[in-house]
């Protein structure tokens, strides 16, 4: 339960992340605050920060809004048993690394440039993908119904 509740934080923080560049990609916000580095701008604005005609950001806004939901959905009671949400929850993180490794290669070799906001999107998602991996190796609590069910004293 425990990593389904840091990969839903995890992901939270990831969509605030996203939808700030998501916002700015639409034009709000003017100037993206990126430090003294300013590689925030040259990546936001070059023709990778595009994929497939839409911004960049947006699949990160989709990609952590829908590992959220899955996560929240795994907190229910009736889902902490099951580790279906488990496996979901990898393959989810897994597409969200390779693409953001792609996006990666694009900064460091191709547009010669960090975007901070991206570098800590990178990090949350590879925290993602760690702590679902880790939630694979836990074993699922039981629910038996004569586990849970007190044991009457073996003294008496």
């Not at 547009?111 to 999107?121: L, N």
């Amino acid at each position: 339960m425990r990593h389904r509740q840091a990969i839903a934080l995890l992901a939270l923080v990831g969509l605030f992340v996203a939808l700030y560049l998501w916002l700015h990609a639409l034009g709000f916000g003017g100037a993206i605050k990126c430090g003294a580095a300013g590689g925030c701008e040259t990546v936001q604005t070059s023709q990778w920060a595009v994929f497939l005609g839409r911004p960049v950001a947006l699949y990160g806004v989709a990609g952590y809004l829908a590992i959220l939901i899955v996560a929240l959905a795994a907190l229910r009671p009736a889902a902490l048993t099951q580790s279906n949400w488990n496996v979901m929850l990898v393959s989810l993180a897994t597409v969200g690394v390779l693409f953001t490794a792609y996006l990666t290669y694009l900064e460091l070799f191709v547009i010669h440039a960090i975007c901070r906001w991206c570098v800590g999107s990178a990090v949350i998602i590879a925290a993602i993908w760690i702590v679902s991996l880790l939630s694979l190796r836990t074993p699922a609590p039981r629910t038996d119904p004569a586990a849970s069910q007190p044991q009457p004293d073996p003294r008496v």
